[in-house]
């Protein structure tokens, strides 16, 4: 797709957290098309001073350079950059890494799905690609089955993977209804994006690309990050589920849930407890005690299956923003009408 197939309406605004990128945050800017309209550098706190660097080298007049003074992590970088556009009228916004792992090339591949009305955000899949996956470490194949997973329970988005690619673009009007204060600033950002995004019924459109690997080097430790990862899925999977089923809806759904999980646990309890009572008194379980502790478990998991079927048939497959854009101006309209009435002429 050339740079020029971009449907010409709205103005599209690139965010770049920067943090010990100067050696690549000048190359990564230059690639950036025509079709961006301004390009919001966000020094993170940066030791090698990248945003100071960026304003006396840079000669694009687009680039804007928004300097933070306490080091927040990729998401507190990427939020302000987005807290910057919405206030400069952007109407979709790109986050793109500012190492030179991501071909800015791409950019317009993953705007247009957004300005047709087709998705609301969109972000990178580096394992759509067979030839590539085949070239990756079998620990990073691995890592990443794990986190999708994890990304898929917690978000309810069951058809995308690579949850942590950090090459995004989300609709502003979308981005207006998230609450951008209490998303995660962490490594956890994107996951806890995706999860924010579910609550809201945001349609998610994953997006082949392929990584381009360097001398670069990742900030990330596994190790560092891994019980941070765990909580956070975990929390937002509860969330999720308490929000979706039993908040904001209850269907059959909710039913077969509760259901489903009662009988798991109940013969799972109930057969433990007299299997390990007998063991340690020599006694012979009966049929009976076995099948009443089986039985539950079949049907329960036979009920839950079918709750999880459900789970993953609701993926949201329409895109949202276009609604919410009436919705807005229909508010801004009202508010309008309403602040031209003259004083006393309300209904009493």
Known sequence: MSLSEVPPTGQIAAVIPCYRVRAHI????????????????????????????????????????????????????????????????????????????????????????????????????????????????????????????????????WTLFDPTNGYTAIHANVLRQLPLNSISTRYFFESDMLFRLGILRACVLDIPMTAIYAEEQSNLRIRAVLFGFLKGHLRNLVKRIVYSYFVRDFSIASVELVVGLLLLGFGTIFGFSHWWYNAHHDVVTTSGTVMLSALPVILGLQIFLSFLGFDIAAVPQTAIHRLLDSTIRSGTKAHADVSKLPAGSGKR
Do not use: H
């Open 26 to 157: 000048l190359d990564v800017i230059e690639r950036i098309g025509p079709e961006v309209t301004a390009i919001y550098v966000v020094d993170d706190c940066c030791p090698e001073q990248t945003g100071a660097f960026v304003r006396e080298a840079s000669r694009d007049s687009r680039v804007r350079v928004i300097m933070r003074t306490v080091n927040g992590g990729v998401g507190a970088a990427t939020l302000s950059g987005y807290r910057q556009a919405l206030a400069d009228g952007m109407t979709v916004i790109v986050k793109i890494d500012g190492d030179g792992q991501m071909d800015p090339a791409l950019l317009p591949i993953f705007v247009r799905p957004i300005l047709e009305g087709r998705a609301d955000y969109t972000k990178g899949n580096r394992f759509f690609n067979l030839d590539d996956v085949r070239t990756m470490p079998t620990i990073r194949l691995f890592g990443n089955a794990v986190l999708s997973f994890m990304t898929k329970l917690s978000t309810g988005y």
